[in-house]
């Protein structure tokens, strides 16, 4: 993903994305880049707590950059004759509910192994 939001095609070809898209790259990065680390930390070690913090600092970092998305909006629908803006905040919400969720879901792992299973 990283590759095909910066080197080839690179996020400016894609045409609904506006000159906006910039100011997002730095959270949606992080949350790529942190959702790497975690799965290479994973292949080396994969205790319980380790997972559960893992996702926890995942999920935190990726609703980061959801709700960046939210506030900057970078997407220009002008043209189309269904409301795909509507479409995708709802998306956006969709995530931030499912993002909240698994946080709690992954507190209660960490605080409480025997109580949640993988």
Do not use: C, K
């Amino acid at each position: 993903m990283l590759g095909l939001i910066h080197l080839w095609p690179g996020w400016e070809s894609v045409p609904f994305l506006t000159a906006q898209t910039g100011e997002v790259l730095t959270p949606v990065n992080a949350s790529l880049v942190a959702g790497i680390v975690a799965n290479l930390l994973y292949t080396i070690t994969d205790p319980p707590w380790l997972r559960a913090a893992g996702d926890i600092v995942v999920t935190a970092v990726g609703l980061v950059a959801i709700l960046a998305v939210w506030s900057v909006f970078p997407f220009d629908f002008t043209g189309q004759s269904f409301d795909w803006a509507l479409v995708v905040r709802v998306l956006l919400v969709v995530a931030v509910v499912g993002s909240a969720i698994s946080i709690v879901v992954s507190l209660v792992r960490l605080m409480f192994p025997g109580s949640a299973r993988r």
